[in-house]
């Protein structure tokens, strides 16, 4: 049995897709020339003062809820203070002793064992800027300074790097569907620290930690883990001292490196920040955000299975994608064919970019017979192209199906004078052939007529001949 | 009388009456700087071109019937205010040559207005002092006794309203530094409600007791500024929503009725004899116009002065650390790495009094200390708050002396920082409760062959500016 465990907390911030920065209006996606998506506030220039955008509050409230987490109705921002140039007010507001979230948990399945991870904290806060090493020198991209982030402190309650692996893929999993951020590791958009030490199996007590810095992978964070695991091991055996402090991850060597020791490590001088006034949520608000909390992606899968009854690689499918299925949702409730609802959105390469509203509409059209199953691609092209009401495009494009049974009447009895042997061929008992009718059917009334009252009709024309 | 000499109200009259232009006004304005301005040193930037382009706009104004009461009336700017494209200094070797990208909101508020920025004046380095002696520019001596100081940190404004060399001028107030060099210069200065005043574009003191206010040769003159500047401003999250902002509707308005508490604990030891004498003439003048005036006692505020410059300089270490040499501003040259480029930047560019409180603030928000000092100083604050709301169930406005003595002369008192800081003692209270405080001259000191003006100080509760410069504007009309 192994003699050592490992006691493992995790440090995930997170950027938050708002449209805006978190103190002033510049906009928050990633991109640009350095230099060109920031202003004099998030410059920090002299004179400048930070607004909080309240959607920021919103998105980092509603992550808390998907998480499990208390939601403060006082909270407040405070200033760490440390240098450092691409952090231009030489100051980073962030929240210390009133975070927004605090008490959640996720819960992670691995290798069959349930385990559930406590979450100490989420707090918001700022993002700094960049630095660009150039060969004439060095020099600061405020684009990313006030981009929002969220800090989620999880407890030591991770043991191995499994764990922290299952965590994270959760977490990720879980604020995807939430809507609040896309948690791409690759992109910097939700990055991870890791706190680490050891003890013998069976103690209780927290020894020494050191923090993983800067790890932009799940894999480097795995390996991270069980190389840090194994130096602090061999450190402890040797008799060596550990020390508290910053190290880095070397994936080359595959081996962890000290960056800095904590003791000279920065005094933040923590302070509320007087530019700013608390964040009050009232039970309104809490009620308004609690109403935007989806059920959870498994239960969501399950009920697309069960209740509208979907194929299961389809329902898989729709739940792979938060936005699809949050518009998935938003539609099937209101038509008499989910299922046909699914197809047609799946069948579509953008279907997010069209309102629920409209699939809800295609669907019942189609499955009411209104318009036939090839309609919906016609529709869907000349909605992008110019918008307006559904009811009207079907009409300006003709794609309205023959409902005129009189019309149809003369039509099949023309269909059946014209093909004797197709007709022949039925009555001797092949059955295939009625579909070169039906072809003939829907020519002449150039695709409008309802395929299936047309196939009726014709069996019925034919039974009596 | 030379236009330069005029009060606003006289000044707005002759321009609607098209007795004379916002250009003819701009141009004698310009002119007496240039006469006088020599000696006093009250501006740090004369900005000409500028002045006569918003001339030019204020003629129009006043030619299509869009002008209010500012409209062509030039001022000048505190340097700590930021004007686009014309430098704002704070008085800094730091800020030397900074050109602002943007306007500040009460520079946007005066320019709708059509009012005329002459330029900027003089002040403490970063708003930090109480003579205009710390400026690492430039000198400001004060008009009615140039050996002496004007008083600060708005010591430049206050000397360019009484030297005439503007019509008003706009301070900011952090811990008296409009209402002290007002008393020390002669003219009214009104300190607002702390959130009236849009703080965006103010460079940044101490965050939670600056506050921007006017400064003017008259009472009525001080309300139809703050009538222009003050307003809600979605860039300042500590900017008051929609309010009241008729501020002369009281003035001539009878005092009866009105109660006015003089806090015994501003009468005592330390304060100037003459000083305290002319303050208590002032007193019995408000009397006279009708007013219930009653000793009362503040015991509260022998917190004021520790708790103020704790809570202050923790704050504006952090907003001064913005000044680093990276992005603008000065840097110092020859620095080996990083670290020391930080050290030598601003060792080299700020000056003494401002290291000193850069360096006690971070002492008291420092890991070990910051519940000693920081957290103890804002609940002295919280009680000081508590007791001025109590005195405020029981009288209208309080009246005390603005500064313990009047002006003192250049270099008296430089070297010695503890004595500049019990000056402030009679004018820090005002900002630690966020209340409105104006002050008034209400007679002078002679001292050595020279008369050194003194003013006396108007407290209200929050939003009572109407109510103080009723009582300020019935003195005015009765008293020294």
Known sequence: MAKYECVIGLEVHIELRTKTKIFCDCPADHGGDPNTRCCPVCMGMPGTLPVLNRQVVDFAARAGMMLNCEIAHFSKMDRKNYFYPDLPKAYQISQLDHPLCEHGWIDVNVNGEEKRIGITRIHIEEDAGKLVHTDYGSGADCNRCGVPLIEIVSEPDIRTAAQARAYLERLRELIRWVGVSDCQMETGSMRCDVNLSIRPVGDTKLYTRTEIKNLNSLKHIVAAIDAEKARQIDETEAGRELVQETRRYDPEKDKTYSMRVKENANDYRYFPDPDLVPIILTDEDHARLRAMIPDLPEERLAKYINEYKLPEATAKTLCDEPKLANLYQAAADTVKQPKLLANLMLADADAVSVPAAVWAELTNLCSDGKINRSAPAKLLEAYREKGGEIAALVKELGLEQVQDTGLLNAVADEVIAANPKAVADYKAGKEAAIKALMGQVMKRTKGAANPQEATELLKEKLAKL | ??????????????????????????????????????????????????????????DKMLADGTAGALTGIPFAMKDNICTKGIRTTCASKMLENWLPVYDACVTEQLKKAGAVMLGKTNMDEFAMGSSSENSALQLTRNPAAPDYVPGGSSGGSAAAVAANECAFAIGSDTGGSIRQPASFCGVVGMKPTYGTVSRYGLVAYASSFDQIGPLTKTVADNAKVLEAIS?????DSTSLPEFDTNYSALIGKDLSGMRIGLPKEYFGEGINADVAALVQNAAKALEGAGAKIEECSLPAVSYALPAYYVLCCAEASSNLARFDGIRYGYRAEGAEDLDRLY?????????REVRRRILLGNYVLSAGYYDAYYKKAQQARTLLIRAFRELFSQYDMLLAPVAPTPAYKIGEKSSDPMEMALGDICTVPVNLGGLPAISVPCGTVAQDGANLPVGFQLIGPAFSEAKLYQAAAAYEECGV
């Open chain 2, 231 to 235: 307003c809600h401003d979605r860039r």
């Open chain 2, 1 to 58: 009388m030379r236009y330069s000499e005029m009060d606003i109200a006289a000044l707005s009259k002759l321009l609607q009456n098209k007795e004379v232009t916002a250009k003819e006004l701009a141009a004698d304005a310009l002119k007496a700087i240039a006469e006088t301005d020599g000696q006093f040193g009250a501006y740090l930037t004369v900005a000409e071109e500028e002045a006569y382009k918003q001339a030019e706009i204020a």
């Open chain 2, 343 to 351: 050290r030598k930047t601003r060792t080299e560019g700020f000056g």
